[in-house]
Each structure stands twice: as structure tokens, then as C-alpha cells.
């Protein structure tokens, strides 16, 4: 990354707008990216992260911001994408003023620039935001916990690449292999076996987790993290960390199906992606299938209704399905099938808007 210039990445990736600040007060240091407004305001947490050096923050927040256009385009919202990171170590930087800090400068960016919490930040560190600037959503007591939206949106993907491999959407009689049994992961398990799920096993590392799943839902079966890759059911549902497809583990996966909730979760989104497609493996691109938890916040901004957010969440089976159709059409992996997707409906906006029309 030696011969790193901003203006030329801008240029390549077609961005607005980067914004560095510096608050003289609390020493809060900050980049704010916004990539694409075309559909609306730029939506993005904010990240606190100890970087080592400007320029990994600078690039973090660059790439970020970026993915964030294409996960609300896809998603059907009105929002475009950007991303804050804040450069320190969390649990030394963090007071009320830092954060009213940050409110003040996402003010001065006149609402083109909507935050919310992201690693190292939470509900009562955006309430700080919200006492200086209307553009920050996420806040406690509007959307709240926006997990059971987004395993919601999960389990309708689910039922999308089910109807695509096997012609009908069922989950009775299906089995499925989660890996992580935290927020997403958990709500995912319980809506599975509402539907009548045949087998379900997990993996999990917080003994908590374990202890809930054994007293909750028994049947549930627990195994290995290692084994979890290699389990012959229908569905492979990564819901813990990102980077978990990779050239190590996508050889053992036995799914037909890859989805869950996990970010990032191809190592290399290129080479991995086309590793599965290669394999036969049907892969829900991971910001498709995960967008209930931004579907949630979009929500906030024109008056919060869980029943609305969840039946919105629900409509990732049609976005599915759509992205293998083109993914067929087009011979390309379902990832890049659904970079393709997010950037027509872009363009497509943006041509309805070339006439003009006084409101
Ligand atoms: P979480 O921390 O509540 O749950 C993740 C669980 O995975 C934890 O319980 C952890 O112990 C477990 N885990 C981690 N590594 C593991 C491993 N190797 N093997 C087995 N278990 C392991 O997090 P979450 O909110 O459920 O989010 C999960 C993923 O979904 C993350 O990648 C997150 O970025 C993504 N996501 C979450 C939301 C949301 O609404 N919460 C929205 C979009 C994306």
C-alpha cells in the first residue's frame, strides 16, 4: 500500500466525500467516508479502533463505507453508504464529551451523513450523539436489539436458497449445521424450529451459550467448532465471526447451502466465492442475507414499527432469489451477482431522476 493516494481510490471507486476531524477538547480524531448518495443520506456506525497507523484507518473506513452503499442499495433502502472510524483505544477515550464531540461534527455535515453504533460504540454512546446532532439512529428505546430482525432476514434467505436447490422452501424436514449461538444465531435456531427444522446441530465457544441452547431446545445438538464445517445437512449457517470461508474450510463444507448472519464471512470475497460456486455450493451473499439489522434502523427514520421492519426483512426472499437468477444468467458467482444487482438499482434510480419535478 506504499503508493497509496486518496484522491486516486476516490476516483476508482467513485467516492463523495472523506472528512477528517479533530475535536480540540477531548482529542476525538475521526474520518468520516461517505461513498455513494445516490438513493439517500449515507448510512454507517461508527468504529472505535486503536489503528497503528492514519493510513489503516483511512482504508478500513474507505472499504467500510463502500460496502455499506451496496448492502442498503441491495436491501431496497433509500439510504446510501458511508462510515465513521474514531482512531484510540475504546476503553480509554470514551465520555460523554467525546461522543457529543462526534454528534457536533456529524451535525456539520447537514444530515448527508447518518451514524449509528458499531464495534466499541453502543446505544448509550450514540444517546451522547443524539444531544447534538437528529442524524444518528440505533438509539435505545426506538428500534432496540436489531438481532431477531436480522435473523429473520436470515431465515427467509434460508427458505429462498432452499426453493432454488430443491423447489420448495420448506424448512420441515430440513437439516441445518449454526455456527455461533449468540444474538443472530439463536434467534435463527428458534425460528428453524418453529418451522418444524428435522435436525439442527451448533457450535459455540461462551459455555453460557451451550448451557442455554442444552436448557432451551435439547435436541438442538451441540458440536465441535472444527466439526461444524463438515456437517452433511442442507444447511451451512455461519452466525459467528467473519473470514470463517476460506481455502482451509470451504473443501470440507458438505451444505449444498451456505447462509447466515456473519459479516465478511468470505476470507477472500473473490477467490472464495468462486471456490463455492465452483464446488456447487449455493452461497446467500452475506450482505444480502444479513441487511435486517440496517432494515431495523432504516425503520427509525420514518417513525419505528417492528411489525414493518420484520415483514420488510422478509422480502430478502425475493432479493434472492433475483441475484441467483442473474448469477445464472450471467455465469458469476452469487457475490458478484449481487454487486450487480445493488449497482443497477443505483443506476436505475439515478436515470428516473434526470427530469425535473417541483414537489
Ligand atoms: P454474537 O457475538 O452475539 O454471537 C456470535 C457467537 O459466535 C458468540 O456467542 C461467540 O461465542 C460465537 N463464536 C465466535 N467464534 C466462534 C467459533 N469459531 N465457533 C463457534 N462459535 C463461535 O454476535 P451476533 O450479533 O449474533 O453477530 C454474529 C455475526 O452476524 C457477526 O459477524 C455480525 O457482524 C453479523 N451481523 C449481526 C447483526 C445483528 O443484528 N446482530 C446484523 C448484521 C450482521
Redesign the pocket.
Known amino acids: 500500500m506504499g503508493q497509496f493516494t486518496i484522491f486516486d481510490y476516490m476516483q476508482k471507486h467513485q467516492y463523495e466525500q472523506v472528512v477528517h476531524f479533530f475535536d480540540r477538547s477531548t482529542g476525538l480524531k475521526g474520518i468520516t467516508v461517505i461513498h455513494n448518495t445516490t438513493l439517500g443520506p449515507a448510512l454507517g456506525g461508527t468504529r472505535i479502533w486503536n489503528y497503528t497507523t492514519e493510513e489503516e484507518a483511512l482504508v478500513d473506513c474507505l472499504r467500510l463505507a463502500r460496502g455499506m452503499t451496496y448492502k442498503s442499495a441491495a436491501a431496497g433502502l433509500n439510504l446510501g453508504g458511508g462510515k465513521t472510524v474514531l482512531i484510540g483505544e475504546a476503553s480509554q477515550v470514551k465520555s460523554e464529551a467525546y461522543f457529543r464531540a462526534l454528534g457536533r461534527f456529524v451535525q456539520s455535515l447537514n444530515g448527508r451523513y447518518i451514524t449509528a453504533e458499531d464495534v466499541n460504540t453502543s446505544t448509550k454512546d450514540m444517546s451522547y450523539v443524539a444531544m447534538e446532532t437528529d442524524h444518528v439512529v440505533g438509539l435505545e428505546g426506538k428500534s432496540g436489539?436489531?438481532?431477531p430482525?436480522?435473523?429473520k432476514g436470515v431465515f427467509h434467505g434460508i427458505r429462498a436458497a432452499l426453493f432454488r436447490k430443491y423447489g420448495s422452501a420448506e424448512i420441515q424436514g430440513r437439516s441445518f449445521a449454526v455456527?455461533?449461538?449468540?444474538?443472530?444465531?439463536?434467534f435463527l435456531i428458534n425460528y428453524l424450529l418453529e418451522e418444524g427444522a428435522q435436525e439442527i446441530f451448533f457450535?459455540?465457544?461462551?459455555p453460557r451459550?451451550i448451557e442455554r441452547m442444552r436448557l432451551e431446545h435439547p435436541q438442538v445438538r451441540f458440536v465441535n467448532?472444527d466439526e461444524?464445517f463438515s456437517q452433511e445437512v442442507d444447511v451451512l449457517a455461519p452466525?459467528?465471526?467473519?473470514g470463517?470461508l476460506n481455502d482451509e474450510t470451504i473443501p470440507r463444507v458438505k451444505a449444498p447451502i451456505i447462509a447466515?448472519?456473519?459479516?465478511?464471512?468470505l476470507l477472500d470475497e473473490e477467490a472464495h466465492s468462486r471456490m463455492l460456486t465452483d464446488r456447487g455450493i449455493l452461497y446467500c451473499p452475506?450482505f444480502v442475507i444479513?441487511?435486517?439489522?440496517?432494515i431495523?434502523v432504516y425503520h427509525e427514520l420514518t417513525g419505528y414499527n417492528k411489525d414493518r421492519a420484520m415483514a420488510d426483512a422478509a422480502r430478502i426472499y425475493d432479493r434472492l432469489l433475483d441475484i441467483f437468477t442473474i448469477a445464472d444468467r450471467e455465469s458469476i458467482s452469487t457475490h458478484a451477482a449481487a454487486k450487480v444487482f445493488a449497482k443497477q438499482r443505483i443506476q436505475n434510480i439515478k436515470n428516473l431522476r434526470d427530469n425535473y419535478i417541483p414537489r
Open positions: 436489539n436489531p438481532s430482525v436480522t435473523a455456527q455461533g449461538a449468540g444474538q443472530t444465531g439463536y457450535t459455540e465457544l461462551n451459550h467448532p461444524i452466525c459467528a465471526l467473519g470463517v447466515g448472519s456473519a459479516n465478511n464471512v452475506d444479513n441487511a435486517g439489522g440496517i431495523n
